[in-house]
Each structure stands twice: as C-alpha cells, then as structure tokens.
C-alpha cells in the first residue's frame, strides 16, 4: 500500500488524492470523456457508416489526416532530440530528451489508437505485418516501421520508468543500449515519415495537382523534422509553466537558450523546406491554378505556414524574443496539421462533390483520443522523473 500511496496517488491518501483531481481543467477533460468515449463505442458497435461522413468515394476522413499523419508528424520530436544529443553530442539539449521521446511515444500510440477508430476491420491490423508479407506494399513498410519504432520509443523511455520502480540493474541496461536504439529510431523515422508521404504517389488524379508531387515523400519527411522542433518548443514550454513543481530547483536548465536553438535549427529548415517546395511548384506547371480557390489556399500553406514562420524564427533567435518564438513554433505546428489535412483531406477527391466533411461523431472521437494522449502524458510526468532527476541515480539525464 506504501508503493501504491507513493507512486501512484503521489504520496496523498485516497480521499487526499480524489479531492486532488477537483480542478476546472479536469472537469473540462472529463466532460470530453463523457462524451467522447459513448461516442467511440458506437462507432465500433455501429460501423463506420453510422458514425462518420466517410463513403466508398472518400474512404480517409480527419481519423488519418489528423489523428495518424499529423500525430506521427509532430511526435518526430523524439527522433529528432535523440538524434541531437545522443548521435551529435550536443548536451545542453539532454534536459528536454525525455519529455520528446514521451510526446513521441505517446504520439504514437494515440495515432494507432486513432488508426483502430478508421479501420473497417480493426482486429484485421496484424495481418499484413504478420502474415500478408507485401514487400512491394508502402503500407507494408509504413505498418513495420510504425510497430517498431513505436517499441524502439518504449525502450528509450525505460530508463525513466525503471528509475520510478527503482530497477537499478534493468535501467543500467536500458542505458546502455541508448545509442543502439537511438541509430535504429532514426533508421525507421526517415523510412516511415517519407513512406506516410509515398503512399499518395498512388493518388495522381485524386489529388489536388497543387498537392501532388514525385517530392511528396521528401515533403513528409522534412515537414515532420520541423514538426517535431516545434513541437518540442511548444511542449518543454507548456510542461515548464504547468508542472513546475516537478522541476528540480537544483538541476538549472536554460529553456529560453534551448529555444532559441531549437528555433535556429527550424528557421534553416522551414527556410530550406519552402525552395523544395517552390521547386515541386514549378515542376508541376500548375500555373494556371494558381488563380483558383484552391490556388489560393495553396499559397495560404507554402507562404503563411512556411516562409513566413521560418524568417519569424529567423528574426526571434537572433534578437532574443522568445514569446515570438514560442508563437511561432505553434504556428508552425498547426501549419504541419493544415499541410497534412490539406493532402488527405481538403484537396484530395478535390473533384468529387458534395466533398467530404467530417461528422460531429468524427470530430469528438478526435478530441477523445487528443485528450486521452495529454491525460496520459500528465500521469506520467507528475510521477516519473521526466521534467527531473531522481535523486537515487547519479546522473539520470
């Protein structure tokens, strides 16, 4: 009872810990539950065809433009800070490597999660990992390389959790295998952050001319590097201002010189990223549309959620305003959403009419799965030592 008053109730007794969770914010996250999980149940105990807008026409709604591509776009965070400091030895990014490889596994798991909701079939999922070996099949490569790196994530995040059932020898094993998996993690996110994109190469004639490109598996793959920068802004941000108490007054960490770095390296990036996309303009010759409505909204993402973010980065890191920046990296991430909608969703079957919009059932299953992912992500940073050291182990960062 002592280990479960500790680590689970935070050391209050049950009555303590229950009139704890008496807050406006989760009254708000719990009305959501309310409501969202009845809704969950009756799309797998009616179908999809009773709880979405989804036909034979446009089978892929906001279930994957948003919950699947844009979840696993924004969790590259995980990969990227890994990357960053255990393959490039820049240290001072150590203090925020947990809290990315928890965003990016939970980004993940709520992505399958969000994935089960979509699928006709969802009990089918393992077949074509397991049994239907279709080595030609982007879905094949993308359904492995999701399955491993999402375990690849867990492993990473062990020594946190073996830190927290105080496992001194299974987390001296965890650490040591850090470099190993981080080298695999980065293997299998280049391979399914490109093939997430590869996998509308099949779309010619479907998708938005606009849209369409034999770049678009370059396009996934730098739009989620600049995806998972920005959303680690956004995160260690957001995660220093509401959990501060699990900050460790002894343990400095300079989040404005963090920032300020992170947004250097997008700034390059998005700055980077626009060219290749001006150059997959140019090479499409879609001129012509430019003047359409959809021509318009086109320019809305290349220039308000590319170009400009990346010369506001430029401007914030190198004058030192760190609340543009902190707008920014949000900017940049709801910009990372719109582009992945944009390609799965509102310009994809651009021709077909009436064009798909998404059901209420549709849009509150969403916001279920988004609110359960920061339930989970707040459980296990006020309990673990994500945000902190454990006094315990030497050097747990």
């Not at 680690?232 to 460790?248: A, N, T």
């Not at 990346?310 to 890191?317: C, E, I, K, P």
Request: proline fraction near 5%.
């Amino acid at each position: 009872m002592g280990n479960f008053t500790s680590k689970v109730l935070m050391g209050l007794s049950p009555r303590e810990y229950l009139r704890s969770l008496l807050t406006p914010g989760n009254a708000v996250f719990a009305l959501i539950l309310i409501v969202g999980i009845p809704v969950i149940v009756y799309r797998f105990a009616f179908g999809l065809g009773a709880a979405t807008n989804l036909t034979q026409q446009t089978p892929w709604g906001i279930w994957i433009g948003i919950d699947m591509l844009s979840g696993i776009a924004l969790a590259a965070g995980g990969f990227t800070i890994a990357a960053t400091v255990y393959l490039l030895g820049i240290e001072k990014y150590h203090p925020i490597v947990r809290p990315a490889v928890l965003t990016g596994f939970l980004g993940y798991i709520f992505a399958v999660i969000g994935l089960l909701a979509d699928l006709g079939s969802p009990w089918r999922l393992p077949v074509p990992i397991y049994y239907s070996f279709g080595t030609r099949s982007v879905m094949f490569e993308v359904a492995w390389c999701v399955a491993l790196y999402s375990t690849v994530l867990f492993l990473e995040f062990t020594p946190a959790l073996f830190e927290w059932l105080n496992w001194p020898r299974a987390r001296k094993i965890a650490l040591q295998a850090t470099i190993g998996l981080t080298v695999v993690g980065v293997i299998l996110s280049t391979l399914h952050q490109s093939s997430l994109g590869a996998l509308f190469l099949m779309a010619q004639g479907k998708l938005h001319p606009l849209w369409y490109s034999p770049y678009i598996p370059l396009y996934f793959f730098v739009s989620a590097v600049i995806a998972g920068l920005s959303m680690v802004i956004v995160e260690s941000s957001l995660s220093h201002r509401l959990f501060g108490s699990q900050m460790d007054p002894k343990q400095h960490v300079d989040l404005d010189d963090l920032t300020t770095g992170l947004s250097r390296a997008a700034a390059v990036i998005l700055f980077a990223y626009f060219f290749v996309r001006v150059q997959g303009f140019i090479d499409s010759a879609a001129f012509n549309l430019i003047a359409t409505p959809y021509g318009v909204w086109y320019l809305v993402e290349v220039v308000g959620f590319i170009l400009v973010p990346s010369l506001l980065y430029a401007y914030g890191a190198r004058n030192g305003h760190l609340a543009l920046l902190r707008i920014t990296a949000g900017w940049t991430v709801l910009g990372v959403v719109i582009s992945r909608l944009n390609v799965s969703v509102i310009a994809m079957n651009w021709h077909v009419t009436p064009h798909y919009v998404p059901s209420v059932m549709e849009v509150m299953t969403t916001v279920t799965i988004i609110t359960l992912g920061i339930l989970t992500f707040r459980w296990i940073v006020n309990r673990m030592p994500v945000l902190h050291d454990d006094p315990r182990f030497a050097q747990a960062h």
